[in-house]
């Protein structure tokens, strides 16, 4: 087969790749099932499909259509050709203002497309909450519809046209036809005319109308999505005199790419909704009353209803970036009602947000009721949003899992629904997670099992099947937005009978005959406890580390917590900083998920006895930077840096260390000896000496290392002697490895800029903080130069004295690794020492905020600014406090630019083998963003690294923020 498959690299104008590692990256969706494909292929075009089509016929295998942000239910897990659209096939093609539509390619992001449309006054609908990198063709594929259906309906409501290839390989077009197009595509004779023909001939019968209309879901349910749409051709011509035009695409819309291969789409697109919206998120003390709340709310025409219950509200407690999001919450309610209401006028919206309130308190539904307007309500939104994700931080092997979460019931039958489900549930000892959308009768509702044990395999069958005739009972629809895959394929018979389930069968055997779109999804499909991601019996090795990981139960464990719902696919166009190496390449392989998924694949499933010594490991956390963009940005808390630094500290006790990175890990040990002659060391670096040093280590010629300072910060604070003679405050210097040696100057401003402000400099016997031996793996030496200097700061800071620190990577240790690295008494000395430990630019904003820093000390003059900010400070701090510093002088204007990481990554950029990942990151946002300032604009970047990526990567010199307040002082 490995030949064939090379064959079929060659013709492919796309990429192919077979090798284990990319198979076990794509073996996972966001889904509990797993399944190795056969190969991956990212075609570019129909030329290309076609192509694999032609390979499934002629070698029996089958092609599985897959984007990004959709799959719940295994749709895109199988044992065939994985056809990846999200790489190549992403263009805008075509806007008509207009007529009010747009055509795209599958592999638009459906954030992406609402960026484009949005000068134009329009948008897409359908919004799910994974709408940042949810593409298009599986919005279809699942027919997605998101928080908003209520006013926007499902993608099969904005679906127009669909260009796509089908079995045979032919190209097709389906639109609406009007009886007289009908009937002509009846007499073309081709493979295309026969699905018309028996279409036509499949649901004419009187008795199938009825059946049809007898055992499918409830017409009134918005959220329908149980097998195959047929329910939804029987108002159109030829089925209904006068009809509705004719358009297959109803039945391609949640069809899970099992009848067809999209290539293009046609949307409808609307204009942008009424700008006056507010939030009213009502607290409730039971799940049941937030339920029927719901009823009165729509009495209010609201936009959204949507739930979260205290279980998800527990998960955001302890999340970097959500925590922050719950600046609404009070107390520990059951659940959150949140009501958005979009109004002509602020008045009316007041208005209307008041009389809702007053009608839900008189109901006595509910205790508390903010009501959250402008930029905030993007907080709430991020909060709910979160919730999948969230999930997956529960402790332990028992997590809320995806079995019977996608249930629709009418909105009147919803609390009732509920209920019952609940009893069920609890009658097999189990707790639920409730949350999504009740406004539209939908609660995504998982029980809390574990299948790692028989038992929890058992569970998850048969509460599968409890439920799904629960739904039947309310005649729910099983689906209501996430499609049936594997997952929910085995029901369809029971949901809409065996009758009906027999079209569903005949349409996809008419359709692909051969069946190699997709196969084992909607009809067909095994059985749904079978091929699981985890397996009964399994066992979760434990390993020796020297991070602490009880906080996860172990090392793996902190992987598994990835339940692959994809955040980490999010472009630099959104925004943000996880995972830079996938927003330059656009592969999987690059992002934290298939990180995990390989950990995963390696720690459970390989029969090397030393995990530690996999290349595919080592290989799929290479492009890792590091960057801590995931322990914030990942609502599942995958911290994929911490895992990489005890994963290649593990491989060094059995492999020894590499001699680049022992020399860089030591490199405060080379300065200390080379400060002593700085000029010859820095004539060195640049002569053919330092070229072959280049070669030698590996590190890109392209690359210019950085200087050393003329003398030392150190050596320079043994001189300064200009105290303050009555200070506001007092603060412990910490004295980076970085700041010691390279940006002195940055170190001498600092301690003249916190003088002129009124504070006590006090400069502690401490020890370098151990950044480049952690991020090469070596914690053993990290792990002494922690306890080290935690003991010999632990009692001289205070909240009073906080310890402040130059270099975000540098002073950020001690509040992110130092406590994992030490156990006990250390630890907790840590801990505490961690909670009174700053960046300088958060100590001065706090200042700021608390009116002890006087603007009048700062120059008039105009200045505008650029900030990016350090990857780490966006991930444990936030750049607002570099912002708000900067803007202390009150003519100064900051503007903050949206880039990620800027891709040096402390070593990661000099490395040969990565400066062209390094520069591609940087050329995303970050460099443009600087070559189109002003000259006269000041760069600020308070991380060493970035600035010299900076200078390497625009020719511009960048400043620390503290640079630029403190020229901007008033000198006497």
């Not at 000041?938 to 640079?963: F, M, Y």
Request: charged share 25%; proline share 4%; glycine share 8%.
């Amino acid at each position: 087969m490995k030949l064939v498959l090379a064959s079929l690299k060659k013709q492919l104008e796309g990429d192919l790749f077979y090798d284990d590692l990319v198979r076990k990256i794509y073996a996972t969706d966001a889904s509990s099932y797993r399944e190795l494909p056969l190969a991956v292929a990212y075609p570019k075009g129909a030329a290309d499909i076609k192509k694999l089509i032609a390979f499934a016929r002629g070698n029996k295998s089958s092609i599985i259509p897959r984007t990004a942000g959709t799959s719940l239910a295994g749709q895109v897990v199988g044992s065939g050709v994985v056809a990846d659209v999200s790489k190549y096939m992403t263009r805008i093609i075509e806007l008509n203002e207009e007529d009010q539509w747009v055509r795209v390619e599958p592999g638009v992001v459906r954030d992406e497309l609402n960026l484009f449309l949005k000068p134009y006054g329009l948008m897409f609908g359908p919004e799910t909450s994974t709408s940042n990198r949810a593409m298009m063709g599986g919005m279809i594929g699942n027919n997605s519809c998101g928080s908003n259906s209520m006013v926007y309906g499902s993608t099969r409501d904005h679906l127009l046209e669909i260009k796509a290839v089908l079995s045979d390989g032919s190209e097709v077009e389906f639109s609406s036809l009007d009886a007289e197009a009908f009937d002509k595509k009846l007499d073309d004779g081709d493979f295309e005319a026969s699905l018309y023909v028996h279409i036509k001939n499949l649901l004419a019968p009187d008795e199938v109308k009825r059946a049809i209309n007898r055992e499918f879901p409830d017409s009134s349910i918005p959220r329908r999505n149980t097998g195959y749409a047929i329910d939804l051709l029987m108002p159109m011509t030829p089925f209904e005199e006068n009809g509705q035009p004719f358009n297959f695409c109803k039945l391609i819309a949640g069809s899970e790419g099992t009848l067809a291969f999209i290539t293009e789409a046609k949307l409808k697109v609307v204009p942008l909704p009424e700008s006056h919206s507010g939030l009213i998120c009502a607290h409730f003390d039971s799940i049941y009353d937030s339920l029927k709340a719901t009823n009165l709310a729509l009495r209010f025409d609201p936009s959204a209803v949507e739930l979260m219950d205290h279980f998800i509200l527990e998960c955001t407690k302890d999340n970097i970036q959500q925590s922050p999001n719950r600046f609404f919450v009070k107390g520990d309610p059951n659940a959150i009602l949140v009501i958005e209401l979009k109004r002509a006028s602020q008045a009316e919206l007041e208005k209307n947000a008041e009389s809702l309130i007053t009608e839900l308190k008189s109901a006595g539904y509910g205790y508390y009721f903010p009501f959250i307007t402008g930029a905030d309500m993007a907080r709430v939104w991020n909060l709910r949003k979160a919730g999948l994700g969230l999930l997956s931080t529960m402790r332990g092997d028992a997590k809320p899992v995806p079995v019977v979460e996608d249930t629709a019931v009418k909105v009147d039958d919803l609390a009732e629904y509920v209920k019952e489900f609940d009893e069920k549930v609890a009658s097999h000892g189990l707790e639920c997670v409730h949350y999504a959308h009740a406004g539209s009768g939908e609660i995504h509702i998982r029980p809390i099992i574990n299948l790692k044990t028989e038992e929890g395999n058992r569970l998850f069958r048969s509460i599968a099947e409890e439920i799904a005739l629960l739904v039947k009972k309310y005649k729910g629809s099983l689906s209501g937005e996430h499609g049936d895959g594997r997952l929910r394929g085995e029901f369809i018979p029971l949901m809409i009978g065996d009758a009906n389930f027999k079209l569903l069968k005949q349409i996809k055997s008419t359709w692909d005959p051969e069946n190699i779109f997709n196969p084992g999804k909607i009809v067909d499909t095994p059985s749904m406890n079978s091929s699981l991601r985890y397996f009964p019996g399994q066992v979760t090795p434990e390993f020796d580390t020297a991070l602490d990981f009880t906080s996860t139960d172990g090392m793996l464990r902190a992987a598994e917590q990835c339940n692959g719902s994809g955040d980490c696919r999010k472009t630099h166009l959104i925004g943000g900083t996880m995972c830079p190496s996938y927003m330059a390449s656009r592969n999987e392989k690059d992002t934290t998920r298939a990180r995990a998924n390989v950990l995963r694949e390696v720690f459970t499933r390989s029969n090397n006895a030393d995990p530690f010594a996999s290349d595919e490991i080592y290989e799929i956390l290479d492009l890792c930077l590091s960057c801590k963009g995931c322990k914030a940005e990942c609502p599942s808390n995958v911290d994929m840096a911490k895992i990489k630094a005890e994963f290649l500290h593990q491989r060094h006790l059995t492999k020894g260390i590499p001699l680049r990175s022992k020399l860089i890990a030591n490199i405060n040990t080379i300065n200390k000896f080379a400060s002593g002659v700085p000029s010859f060391y820095n004539f060195m670096l640049k002569s053919i000496v330092g070229n072959v040093g280049k070669q030698l280590l590996g590190i890109a010629e392209k690359r210019n290392l950085p200087e050393l300072g003329r003398h030392t910060f150190r050596s320079w604070l043994k001189g300064f002697s200009d105290r303050a003679t009555e200070p506001k405050g007092s603060v412990v210097l910490f004295v980076d490895e970085f700041t010691n040696y390279y940006d002195v100057q940055v170190g001498e401003k600092a301690v003249l800029l916190l003088h002129k402000l009124g504070y006590e400099v006090l400069i502690a016997d401490h020890d370098e903080s151990g950044r480049s031996y952690i991020s090469k793996g070596l914690l053993s030496h990290a792990k002494k130069l922690a306890e080290k200097n935690v003991r010999l700061l632990g009692k001289k800071v205070t909240r009073e004295t906080p310890l402040i620190g130059i270099e975000p990577s540098a002073i950020l240790t001690f509040r992110d690794e130092y406590p994992d690295l030490l156990r006990g008494e250390m630890k907790d000395m840590a801990k505490k020492l961690a909670e009174n430990t700053l960046m300088i630019d958060e100590f001065l904003s706090g200042e700021w905020d608390k009116g002890n820093i006087d603007a009048s000390l700062f120059t008039g003059e105009e200045k505008k600014i650029k900030l990016h900010g350090h990857c780490y400070q966006k991930a444990l701090s936030s750049v607002v406090h570099s912002k708000k510093i900067l803007s202390i002088p009150r003519n100064y204007s900051v503007q903050v630019i949206p880039s990620g990481c800027c891709g040096m990554a402390g070593s990661f950029g000099y490395e040969k083998e990565h400066y062209n990942m390094s520069m591609q990151i940087g050329e995303l946002v970050l460099f443009p963003a600087i070559r189109e300032s002003d000259d006269d604009t000041l760069i600020a970047a308070p991380g060493t690294s970035c600035r010299h990526q900076i200078k390497d990567g625009t020719g511009r010199n960048s400043w620390h923020p503290v640079e630029i307040l403190y020229d901007a002082l008033i000198k006497a």
